[in-house]
């Protein structure tokens, strides 16, 4: 008496899995050596590249080049699309582990210096990395007209541990009571990458100024600073764990 096999043609294979999800048909290509082989043919996975990955799928056809099969193609086009869109890992920093430091002089005076622990900063209701401080009357030196100022703005990791410059510029500022004067500078790229490469990213400050009726002659202070980190994308600030992550780069070792 004969045993009836039990395993299907590879061609009831192959026409039941052109039906499948690419996610079934690959968990089906592991039930046995049968199923592998018919599983991963370029006739079946040549469709399903074509319709997810077509930029891919038509390589052979426009490039002169050499593509791995059609079923090793959509694996390296999957594997692609979820790192793209996979969920950024929190950052290895918290905000009440730095500190903020910010210096504005003159060439004749300084004007304000402030130094803000990050448990001490108020985070936006947007969640966005810009935080405002008001500068107490005492820390601030009354000055007048037009004026070229020296902006530092430094991030201090809790310890003296890192240190990172977030912004070192000059420019002019138009003290006048209710003006701002407004400062950004381009930060560099993350990681290893070329400083001839573009962050796309730029620190922010803003400066408010009020006048004393007391002082005379026009006289006005700086009472209000705000600092943040700008996209130039989109020209909006960043979230408060972007922020944090791209300060790590800079803050904390790799090997942390």
Known sequence: ??????????????????????????????????????MSSDYLWKPICNTHFPSLSNLSVHVDVHVPSYHRLYAIGHTAAKRRVQASCKPRVALNNLIFTINIHTKS??????????EELIIDPNGVFKFDFKVNYERSTMVETLEDVKIT???????????????????????????????????????????????????DLKLGFCSRRESGGGKVRVDKVSVGILSIVNWRY????DGLRYLQHFLVPCDV
Do not use: R, Y
């Open 1 to 38: 008496m004969s045993m009836i096999s039990l395993t299907p043609p590879w061609e009831v294979l192959v026409l039941v899995a052109q039906h499948l999800e690419p996610k079934t048909v690959a968990i089906a290509s592991c039930v046995c050596k049968s199923w592998s082989i018919s």
């Open 109 to 118: 005076s300084n004007i304000v210096t402030l130094a803000k622990p990050g």
């Open 153 to 203: 703005w430094n991030v201090i990791l809790s310890g003296w541990k890192g240190v990172f410059t977030m912004m070192d510029c000059e420019g002019k500022v138009s003290f006048s009571p209710g003006a701002e004067g407004w400062f950004s500078d381009e930060l560099p790229s993350p990681g290893c990458c070329s400083s001839a490469v573009a962050s796309g990213i730029v620190s």
């Open 238 to 241: 960043v979230s408060v764990e």
